[in-house]
């Protein structure tokens, strides 16, 4: 859980970074950049906290990737404020490194997303992270 | 009664995902959205003449008066009000066997949820970029969208299993979506499987 909330923290900080930094009206692109990707990367970071949509996490690394490519690609032409080039590119790489990391599947879920589209994974056997499902009756962690 | 319905727990699953205990936390949620959506709503028709707002200084009164909300034939806050009461309908209707008796309001459900629930965050996301400011009740609604998804999701994934194996074991998945005839008898083949 603490990789999506540490995720969570570094798109809150985007999202106020133009109001910080001082560009939130001085450069709309800069601006923009933040504010769309900082509260995406928040979104899909708190959704990937459960277990069945994990995968989300991919979200927020795609979004990193933009933070970084963003300001580099087009920074030097439409003009970036310097310390919103550093915040974002810093704040993207922090995104990738802690997207990246999946952290422990609690539950058992047949045999996930995958086994409602594809023939050659069994729905009771296999789970989507590959690992094998005793037959017998499952224990209630939560109970 | 057992609020973990654990007698339903599809096949190859720890935890029943239409149980009241998984469900119940969503429905709180959205009624909670909801009545936070009133409010606003309540403020975008002049109802009530101010809105609170405790960070963001003139925020709130000016996203939820802009030219931004009045581009629906409703308001926005009263589409979002829409929004999550049919969250708690779609979430309060039918028992902790759902996911295979009635698989059509699981998935309606999963649409309101996250499809639905997902245009409303970009449409609040969408708000401080084109006002350059920010309300505190908006993202609040926001944040209650984006906690509903993961709870809401895996009772679509065990619906959408649930439909898989009826296709696999060649009965119609059409009535297994409306959860009539013998179709609903496949829980039995599948969890003793």
Wanted: net charge negative.
């Amino acid at each position: 859980m603490w990789p999506r909330l540490v995720n969570v923290a570094i798109g809150i900080w985007l999202m106020f970074a133009p109001a910080v930094l001082g560009y939130s009206t001085t450069s709309a692109l800069a601006e923009a950049s933040d504010r769309i990707i900082g509260p995406l990367v928040v979104s899909a970071s708190i959704a990937a906290i459960w277990d069945e949509i994990r995968p989300l996490r991919w979200v927020s690394v795609f979004l990193g990737g933009a933070a970084i490519v963003l300001p580099l690609v087009l920074g030097p032409f439409l003009g970036w404020p310097i310390d919103g080039a550093v915040s974002s590119i810093v704040s993207g790489a922090l995104i990738i490194v802690f997207g990246r990391i999946r952290g422990p599947i609690d539950n058992e879920f047949g045999g996930g997303w995958k086994s409602t589209w594809r023939d050659d994974i069994d729905t009771i056997r296999d789970d989507p992270y590959g690992r094998e499902i005793e037959q017998t009756q499952h224990g209630f962690p939560d109970s | 009664m057992d609020w973990h319905g654990r007698d339903e727990t599809p096949p190859g699953w720890d935890v029943n995902p239409s149980s009241w205990a998984e469900r119940m936390p969503i429905i709180v949620l959205g009624f909670v959205g909801f009545l936070i959506a009133m409010y606003l709503t309540a403020f975008q028709y002049e109802w009530i003449n101010s809105v609170w707002e405790p960070f963001f200084g003139d925020g709130s009164e000016e996203i939820l008066t802009s030219e931004v909300s009045d581009v629906l034939p409703i308001k926005d806050a009263a589409l979002g009000a829409i929004g999550y009461i049919l969250d708690v309908v779609t979430g309060a209707m039918f028992g902790q066997a759902r996911w295979r008796k009635q698989p059509w309001i699981v998935i309606l459900f999963g649409l309101a949820v996250g499809p639905l629930g997902g245009g409303s965050i970009l449409l609040v996301i969408l708000q401080p970029i084109l006002l350059n400011n920010f309300c505190t009740l908006c993202l609040t609604t926001a944040v209650i969208s984006v906690v509903m998804i993961g709870p809401a999701m895996d009772e679509v994934l065990a619906s959408m299993q649930f439909l898989r194996r009826a296709k696999e074991e060649g009965r119609s998945v059409w009535r297994a979506f409306w959860g009539v005839g013998d179709s609903t008898e496949l829980t039995a083949a599948g969890r003793n499987a």
